[in-house]
């Protein structure tokens, strides 16, 4: 079975919370309360203290099963998903999908089932097709919560949500921060997740700086400023994004090459000192020096990448916990 | 009300000592749980002049009851500033009732160490125990209603009051 953008519907925020507007599954954050996000970031903060105990968990999730559905490669999404829910004390099974029963003829629908009957409690789901997420999710047992570990080109929620606990941590109030996201926006459910969240939690101004061919075509009605000149868009920014440059996904010739690109969309320690000076440097990773960063710049003073990894941690512990508390 | 807050932490502070000498314990550590236990334990730490900060449980995490009523998403972490292995605590909580909370409080002490001794300060026992569970010093001891609850106020000033509920429909 193949799942079309039509069969995933539009993504109704309904989908995602229960009737008192707890969140039962977490599959984007375009349409989702402010106050929901805010609640993410409150309790991902109080988890933070977990990582200081000797013992480096608490037991929220104990006796259920968390499942890592991964039709699409993945090391550090999957690695922190899978620590965040040992964190919590959960069992966890990590199913490679792609070299798996699919390939024997088995349907998607028919994989659920067989591990639905396992009595497996969440599903964290990555896929290559954009709404896959949402499509088991209208599909799943009652008592399954699902959570969006990046669907194609459309969000990868988790990341969009420890990128702007990253940013609050650093910098607080969002109504006073001008955020620039740079590169290949177009191939990146991370950029999308990051402006919605930016956009639901007001901040200041967000701005895209990309080439014209590797923006969306209707980039603009996700509430950003286009930047064609790194220069000109990283004047006075209170923190920088880095995309990765996302040659997997490239079919057509979008860049004359990767060393052109470098040349007016790296980022260097001499563009960075066009931004305000307590700037923050961030990258979903894994980052690819020499071609949207410089190695110094990854890891220089103004860099918070390992710290992103880190938050991940704690951002993925809330919203699992989020998701399984007070199920009846 | 009967007591003033002051005059029970005036007594809790003279038990302490006196448990402390009878016990041979010295340098003890104050562990206060969130948040009323925390005010509690600020101001005995102060009466008993012990000097290196107290540390804050918040026990959320560890309650038995997540999975009935979830999580209250502003929880603010759990602070403990010093090394908990072989120490001598002092867990204080405001009301001490179910045992619930003492429980789940002496599970994630557990998670940050093993202390050579816990001793459990509370300001008010009531009724109603629900686990095996029991305070060596108490401020004061409350006869009450179920439908009675204790509420209390601060930091400062620190208070306590008795609330009725309106019987449930």
């Known amino acids: 079975m193949t799942i079309t953008q039509h069969q995933a519907g539009p993504l109704p925020a309904k989908l995602q919370l229960r009737e008192d507007g707890s969140l039962r599954h977490f599959l984007s954050i375009e349409g989702l309360p402010r106050q929901t996000l805010i609640d993410i970031l409150d309790t991902a903060e109080s988890f933070v203290s977990v990582h200081a105990q000797s013992v480096k968990k608490v037991p929220l999730l104990r006796g259920k099963t968390v499942v890592n559905l991964f039709f699409e490669p993945s090391t550090r999404t999957r690695t922190t998903f899978e620590l965040a829910a040992k964190r919590l004390s959960a069992d966890v099974l990590n199913l490679n999908i792609a070299t798996s029963a699919t390939t024997k003829g088995e349907s998607l629908l028919d994989t659920l089932r067989n591990i639905e009957a396992m009595f497996c409690d969440m599903f964290i789901v990555r896929h290559a097709d954009s709404g896959a997420a949402h499509f088991i999710a209208r599909h799943v047992a009652p008592h399954i919560a699902v959570l969006n570990a990046g669907d194609g080109q459309h969000a990868h929620p988790t990341q969009g949500m420890l990128d702007v606990f990253t940013i609050r941590k650093h910098k607080g109030d969002f109504t006073r921060l001008k955020v620039a996201i740079v590169g290949d926006i177009l191939h990146s459910r991370v950029a999308r997740s990051q402006i919605h969240a930016l956009n639901i939690l007001n901040t200041n101004e967000v701005r895209v700086i990309a080439p014209k061919t590797l923006l969306p075509a209707d980039v603009e009605k996700l509430g950003v400023h286009v930047y064609h000149d790194m220069n000109e868009g990283l004047k006075d920014v209170d923190v920088v994004i880095m995309l990765r440059l996302q040659r997997e996904r490239m079919q057509n010739a979008l860049l004359p090459s990767e060393h052109e690109f470098f040349q007016f969309y790296g980022l260097t320690n001499e563009r960075l000192k066009l931004a305000r000076e307590d700037a923050i440097v961030m990258h979903p990773g894994p980052a690819n020096r020499g071609v949207e960063i410089a190695s110094d710049v990854a890891d220089g003073p103004q860099s918070v990448i390992l710290e992103q990894v880190s938050n991940g941690i704690a951002v993925r512990m809330a919203i699992m916990s989020m998701v399984m508390g007070a199920q009846q | ?169």
């Open chain 2, 1 to 169: 009300m009967t007591e003033s807050v002051n005059e029970l932490l005036d007594k809790m502070t003279r038990d302490c000592q006196s448990w402390f000498a009878d016990n041979g314990i010295d340098n003890p550590q104050i562990i206060g749980i969130h948040t009323g236990g925390a005010w509690v334990a600020e101001a005995l730490r102060k009466r008993l002049g012990i000097e290196s900060p107290a540390g804050t449980l918040n026990i959320t995490f560890y309650r038995d009851d997540y999975s009935r009523i979830g999580l209250h998403p502003q929880v603010s972490p759990s602070d403990i500033p010093f090394d908990i292995e072989g120490q001598h605590l002092l867990l204080v909580d405001d009301v001490l009732y179910t045992g619930r909370t003492i429980r789940a409080a002496l599970n994630e002490i557990f998670d940050y160490g093993r202390p050579a001794s816990v001793t459990l300060a509370v300001m008010i026992e009531r009724d109603g125990r629900e686990l095996p569970v029991a305070a060596q010093i108490i401020g004061t001891r409350l006869e009450l209603e179920n439908n009675q609850q204790v509420k209390i106020t601060g930091p400062d000033p620190l208070e306590y009051n008795i609330e009725t509920r309106e019987a449930s429909v």
